[in-house]
């Protein structure tokens, strides 16, 4: 009995799928097939779009693919490679939706279209001392149908319905083909980064095993940089985009305004480079040229202002090198008051006393955080007055740092001078020293 019901599951499951087949192949569909393209997309060399407002080519490079135009004069740009490949993709994944048997039909001028909304031509490699046979693309639409249809000479006796996403991809612009970088690169693998100008001078940091220090200028010569402000530069470069791409016959001039140069690890010797120049037409900003793109691009003023870095925003600008696990002692002096704090094993007291004090770790972490915010001076200015001083000692009294904070209504609001022992002056921002002035109201020693 069990074999009787099996038997006739089966033959009902073959009727129905017979009966599916019927169907599906009453509608001219494909069962699931693709539309025979005959090209894989690892295997083309270039892509011709014809469609009905400009033409233009995709070009495989031995490095990357590239847009070609050509209007007045031919125009190269660095092609997206996503995109290039989404569109062969898509091309070589067509799912017929309908088809039309026509074998008369041959040629792609003469498919029955009464609209060709675009024509692809798709070109592969070729071998050595072979003709290779392209593959053409026709997607329009047949009189009296508002539904996409495609032909292609690798299949010229039939004509297939398709999804409008096939046309919504293949009628793509050339600018949307468009890679707008630069100087791509990864910014974790820059090891040197240089900016070179020719009225301003310039400067060199590389990455060491404490991070990125200065080679250039001379006087900065092994001092830290700022690694944070190198890294936002080298990720701000990688990133950056060109506003238009002018003509193969442009020329940007000899002598460029500024350039870059960014060497990456493991590519010793062969710098990334970007060269500005300054556009004579007015309030045209700065035209350029780099090793990543083929040709000349242009720039806005605000771009190429954000690369001129000084020497002074790139360096590590601490004022205040503390070894804070030596510090034992603090004395602040402030008018004519004198307020200790000594650190002990149960935390930091007022003087000699019992009287635990709170905060005085994360204010010390504070003094490592003081950057200068303009150029420091060997003579302090007359309008500068002494405010308060701040010696630092170890357990055994030996001095560990000594600074002194000076007032000036000259420096800009919320600025004063610290001097941190040497000869020079530095503008910081007076927060801390405030913060320190109200730490021990009630602490004073004669």
Request: with cysteine; proline share 4%.
């Amino acid at each position: 009995m069990k074999k009787k019901i099996i038997y006739i599951s089966f033959f009902i499951f073959l009727a129905l799928g017979a009966g599916l087949f019927i169907h599906l192949d009453n509608r001219g569909g494909m069962n699931g097939s693709v539309v025979p393209f005959g090209l894989k997309p690892d295997a083309v060399r270039m892509i011709h779009v014809k469609g009905n407002k400009e033409e233009f080519r995709l070009e495989r490079g031995e490095e990357h693919w590239a847009v070609v135009e050509r209007k007045s004069e031919e125009t190269r740009v660095v092609a997206n490679e996503e995109k290039v490949y989404f569109l062969l993709a898509t091309l070589s994944n067509l799912i017929p939706i309908d088809t039309v048997v026509s074998y008369s039909h041959r040629s792609p001028n003469d498919v029955g279209f009464e609209h060709i909304d675009v024509h692809v031509t798709v070109t592969p490699q070729g071998k050595s001392g072979e003709s290779a046979k392209s593959v053409e693309v026709v997607l329009g639409r047949r009189p009296g149908s508002n539904h996409s249809w495609v032909w292609l000479s690798s299949a010229p006796e039939k004509l297939y319905r398709v999804s409008k996403n096939a046309l919504n991809t293949a009628e793509k612009s050339a600018v949307y083909y468009y890679d707008k970088r630069v100087l791509p690169f990864d910014a974790s693998k820059a090891v040197k980064l240089q900016l070179a100008q020719k009225y301003a001078g310039g400067w060199t940091v590389a990455r060491t095993d404490d991070g990125f220090k200065f080679e250039l200028p001379a006087y900065l010569e092994g001092k830290d940089a700022a690694n944070a402000e190198v890294k936002l530069y080298l990720l701000m470069l990688a990133a950056l985009r060109a506003d238009a791409f002018l003509p193969s016959d442009v020329t940007a001039g000899n002598d460029p305004e500024a350039f870059i140069n960014v060497w990456l690890d493991g590519k010793a010797g062969q710098a990334l480079r970007l060269d500005l120049y300054r556009d004579p037409s007015p309030g045209a900003g700065y035209l350029a040229t780099s090793t990543y793109q083929e040709g000349v691009f242009r720039f806005d003023v605000e771009s190429v202002r954000q690369l001129f870095k000084t020497p002074f925003e790139l360096q590590g600008r601490r004022v205040v090198e503390l070894d804070i696990g030596k510090v034992a002692s603090i004395r602040v002096m402030s008018g004519n008051q004198v307020f200790l704090a000594n650190k002990k094993s149960g935390g930091w007291f007022v003087g000699d006393t019992e009287k635990q004090l709170a905060g005085i770790d994360m204010s010390l972490w504070r003094f490592n955080e003081l950057k200068f915010e303009a150029l420091p001076l060997k003579t302090l200015p007359e309008s500068a007055s002494w405010t308060m001083s701040c010696d630092f000692t170890d357990s055994e009294g030996g001095k560990v740092a000594s600074l002194t904070f000076f007032s000036d209504p000259a420096l800009p609001e919320g600025q004063s001078w610290l001097k941190n022992g040497g000869e020079l002056y530095y503008p910081v921002s007076n927060q801390l020293m405030k913060d320190l002035q109200g730490l021990f109201p009630t602490s004073r020693v004669q």
